[in-house]
């Protein structure tokens, strides 16, 4: 049977989702407690992958077993054998032809950025940090001017896998809840390091490095060298899947704070 889960993670202390030789990537522990209650070796799939000090309030994983449990057993049996950092949430049942990954509609990240003259301490290695004021409104028509279908390889890291550039932003918003900036982005896929890379840009455009029309020269030439340094990771939560209606599955998790 194949069963999918929802999972939250603090990416501090893991070197990202996918399976390292070292046994350090989050899917490797969820693999290993997903085995010891099936009795067999189980391999799962996600819906993306996410970089070392990344986090995610909503992951989504599919695997394939033999063994039949109680669904709640793929939910408290298997959190019984996890580290601190990982959770799963839920478990549920569902069709052959459900994948994970293959059939994800939309993707969404948040990135929570402290904007403060000192440093975090509480929220260290939770938020992005900036100590310079920053101007949400600039930054906010900056992300105007990503929206839509775009070849986004001034966004892109170097050793990004990704067949194509060209991304669909259906969502980029940034809101001020006090000493917070909390940026939101949609998407029908992401390249790798494009949030961090856009964040880091509208950082640059927040402190008046550069007006919101500087994302339309990134955009035209295509040049990753002309856009601002890759932001710091801390900050940056997967945080919405969205399926197709007939899967019936929920698109976020529990809240990033704060909402």
Known sequence: MRIAIGIEYDGRGFCGWQSQPSGCGVQDFI???ISEIAGEAVS????????????ASYQVAHFDVSAERPITAWVRGVNTFLPDGIAVN????MPEDFHAR???????YRYVLLNHATRPGLMSGKVGWHHRPLDEQFMQKACDRLLGRHDFS???AAECQAKSPEKELRLAKVKRKGDFLVCEF????FLHHMVRNIVG???????GQAGPEWIDELLLHKDRTRSAPTFMPDGLYLSYIRYPSRFDLPETGRFVWPE
Do not use: P, Q, S, Y
């Open 31 to 33: 693999e290993k407690a």
């Open 44 to 55: 799962v799939t996600a819906a993306g992958r996410t970089d070392t000090g990344v986090h």
């Open 90 to 93: 839920w478990a549920n049942e």
């Open 102 to 108: 293959f059939a994800v509609e939309e993707r969404g």
């Open 154 to 156: 001034a966004f892109r």
């Open 186 to 189: 949609r998407a029908d896929g």
């Open 201 to 207: 840009c509208l950082v640059h455009v927040g402190t």
